[in-house]
């Protein structure tokens, strides 16, 4: 478990260091270097990084009576911002272009902030002011810098939407944070709130997680919480919401460990949460759980949960406990602890810029101490991916992964799972597989869902539920893809792979089986060959011919890969597919029976 925390960290490449800052004006001190226990932003810092180009951040030194002319150029540059951000941009008022804080006087920063309302206005969005600081300059009258969230009104369910995967120990509180954060009321300290993300009876009579469940907080333009606390249904929230936070709810026992890994591997999650309780620390799968994002590459931040049954030394010594991991050789992480609405905004911002940083919550589900930094932090929390790529991957053929398999009445087969690539439509025609002698089948897409709610359109990384009428549920299986019929898609029964062996108590070589992860696929490979080797000891890297075992499958060149087996634990990337002599270039698909 250690082991795989460790060396999984070291696969990985340094982190990037937080970025150093220039010094003030004459007097002004150094900012702290990242050996500081828990760097945290100036309120008066001197400047900030130069605006970019690209990016849904614009600096903007005044707005004050713009002319006719100057308003539309200044509508439009709004509308491309927001384009860039997903709907979402952030507006610093009183700033230079080159990132000087100069600060404006509250007269012109109340009309700066009237300019900005009436350009948001115009391109159909609603601002926020995340918050207000003073710049410390030698003047009679105090000037003021002001950071203004720009968030789109939803539109026929384009919201921005973010998956969280949330991982961590069992009984450390994740269902229970869940049920609080979506159903809006504090838990009774006996995990009351955690009850309506059960999925089976064991699971309530037990009060643990053994499957994957789904939940999602809304935020709407204003960056006010949209959840079940008034009634709502899942179709209201997605209507009122301009921005979706998706929990994909992971099982913290380690007997379920196979479930959380296919979480992490085929849900696609842009970050991941990981829930420490502050009484018992790290313990049980948390390192395990840990290592797993970073071997994944997910951007991961912690939640200290249950701090109100423990004394504040406690829960200093837990965070603590937290520091020393993420500072181990090979992490390099930078925690950063959040005690301020000020911090969650400096938290979330530079969250998503440098992998580097780690924020750290301490929070209760049964007080709601700190609960609203972490929904403010959820609010700011930009996505990842830019709109270019957004773009690009829209324009591929459509490519849908299969990742649960459901029978409705009155509607018929249904699977769920994430858009890879293109755009799927209402009736749309596609072929599903590859079944167990490689072929695909032909099927429609009758109506599709996103988040209990109707949608016509499905976009690129975008999840969904796709009712797909009579079609025939046993010739479904999870790990499948439906794809455009003219992607020709190429399926194998064998791979090579470029892997790391993270934890291994002997030798592994030829012959030795194990279960393999690659997105949504997961099923026992059998290893044929080690190239140059004959086996390979813990933390020595190959590359490895598999041979799956049941059924061939489709796969992609440069895919993460995760692999396991009792202890034995790596991870690698595939770098060449052997394709299947009957794959569906050799057979056209075939109808629906």
């Known amino acids: 478990m250690d082991s795989l925390f460790g060396t999984a960290a070291a696969a990985q490449k340094s982190c990037s260091g937080a970025a150093s800052r220039k010094t003030a004006k004459n007097g002004s001190k150094k900012c702290k270097n990242r050996s500081a226990r828990y760097p945290k932003a100036s309120n008066n810092l001197p400047y900030l990084p130069p605006e970019a180009e690209e990016g849904n951040i614009e600096y903007k030194l005044k707005l004050v009576n713009p002319t006719q002319y100057r308003f539309e150029h200044l509508a439009t540059q709004m509308k491309w911002r927001l384009q860039e951000g997903h709907g979402e941009a952030v507006y610093q008022i009183g700033v230079e272009d080159n990132g000087l804080l100069v600060g404006l006087t509250e007269e012109d920063m109340k009309a700066s902030l009237k300019t900005l309302r009436r350009m948001a206005e115009r391109v159909g969005a609603d601002i926020t002011v995340l918050r207000e600081r003073e710049v410390d300059y030698d003047s009679d009258e105090p000037h003021i810098i002001a950071e203004v969230l720009v968030r789109k009104v939803p539109d026929d369910q384009q919201f921005l939407d973010l998956r969280v995967a949330v991982l961590g120990n069992v009984d450390s509180g994740k269902s229970t944070l869940l049920g609080v954060l979506t159903q809006g009321e504090l838990d009774n300290g006996r995990g009351r709130a955690r009850l309506n993300l059960f999925r089976h009876l064991h699971e309530i009579q037990t009060g643990r997680t ?24 899942a179709e209201e929230i997605c209507e009122s919401a301009s921005k979706m936070i998706t929990f994909i709810d992971l099982a913290g026992h380690h007997k379920y460990l196979k479930t959380t890994i296919f979480g992490l591997t ?23 759980h840990l290592g797993l994002a970073m071997a994944l590459k997910v951007p991961i931040f912690i939640v200290v949960s249950k701090v109100d049954l423990c004394a504040k030394g406690t829960v200093e010594r837990t965070v603590r406990q937290l520091e020393r991991i993420l500072k181990q050789p090979g992490c390099n992480k930078v925690p950063m602890l959040v005690s301020s609405t000020d911090d969650a905004v400096t938290a979330a911002q530079k969250f998503a810029q440098s992998p580097s940083i780690t924020p750290i919550f301490t929070l209760s589900s049964v007080s709601g101490e700190s609960l609203d930094l972490l929904k403010v932090f959820f609010n700011i929390l930009p996505p990842l991916s830019d709109c270019k790529e957004q773009e690009e991957l829209m324009q591929q ?110 030798t592994f070589h030829k012959g030795f089986q194990v279960t393999v992860h690659v997105g949504n696929v997961r099923q026992t490979a059998t290893v044929e060959a080690l190239q140059g080797k004959d086996e390979l000891c813990t933390g020595e890297k190959a590359v490895v011919r598999f041979k799956f075992i049941k059924h061939p499958e489709y796969l992609k060149v440069g895919a993460k890969l995760l692999f396991r087996e009792g202890v034995t634990k790596g991870i690698g990337q595939v770098i060449k597919l052997q394709p299947s002599k009957h794959g569906s270039s050799h057979h056209a698909p075939e109808s629906v029976l």
């Open 397 to 506: 053929l459509t490519e849908f992964q299969v990742d649960e398999i459901y029978t409705v009445p009155d509607v018929g087969t249904v699977v769920g799972g994430t858009l890879y690539s293109g755009i799927c439509r209402e009736g749309e025609q596609l072929v599903v597989g590859p079944t167990d002698d490689g072929k695909f089948r032909e099927l429609t897409v009758c109506s599709i869902q996103r988040n209990r709610s109707g949608c016509r359109v499905l976009r690129a990384r975008q999840a969904a539920t796709l009712a797909l009428g009579d079609f025939d549920r046993s010739l479904l299986r999870k790990g499948m893809v439906m794809v455009s019929p003219e992607m020709n898609p190429t399926i194998c029964w064998r791979f090579e792979a470029e892997i790391v062996l993270l934890f291994h108590t002997k």
């Open 266 to 288: 085929s849900y696609c999650p842009d970050f991941a949460m990981l829930v420490v309780s502050a009484n018992t620390g790290i313990a049980g799968t948390t390192r395990e």
């Open 210 to 233: 053994s499957s994957i469940s789904i939940e999602i907080l809304g935020f709407d333009s204003r960056g006010e919480v949209v959840n079940y606390s008034e009634s709502r249904t």
